[in-house]
């Protein structure tokens, strides 16, 4: 079992930075491959990022590559999603997960999700 904890989202203008932090307790986490997706109201659940075990590995959405960083701190069990150049479209509920599939993109891959953080931002 991996509880999950996001923190981070905010309202923004267009053009600016969001930090999100997904803090894991509960079982080892340098054992899970880490996640981030996003949702907005009516839409489906969607992938923004992935890192592997050791955070030697990261893969992103199209619509985000070049502008979302991924990164992983096993020691203190939290993932980062640093967003630069945000978008009115960026924004969406971010849900940090916990699963065992290297390098993907499909919710159901994901065991243990968060409760999610708001990212707004403005034009």
């Known amino acids: 079992q991996v509880q999950l904890v996001e923190s981070g989202g905010g309202l923004v203008q267009a053009g600016g930075s969001l930090r999100l932090s997904c803090a894991a307790s509960g079982r080892t986490f340098s054992s899970y491959v880490m996640g981030w997706f996003r949702q907005t109201p009516g839409k489906e659940r969607e992938f923004v990022a992935t890192?592997?075990?050791?955070?030697?590995?990261?893969d992103y959405a199209d619509s985000v590559k070049g502008r979302f960083t991924i990164s992983r701190d096993n020691a203190e069990s939290t993932v980062i999603l640093q967003m630069n150049s945000l978008k009115p479209e960026d924004t969406a509920v971010y849900y940090c997960?916990?699963?065992?599939?290297?390098?993907?993109?499909?919710?159901?891959?994901?065991?243990?999700w968060g409760q999610g953080t708001q990212v707004t931002v403005s034009s």
């Open positions: 890192i592997s075990w050791s955070g030697d590995s990261t």
């Open positions: 997960a916990a699963g065992p599939i290297l390098g993907s993109a499909y919710r159901s891959d994901y065991s243990y």
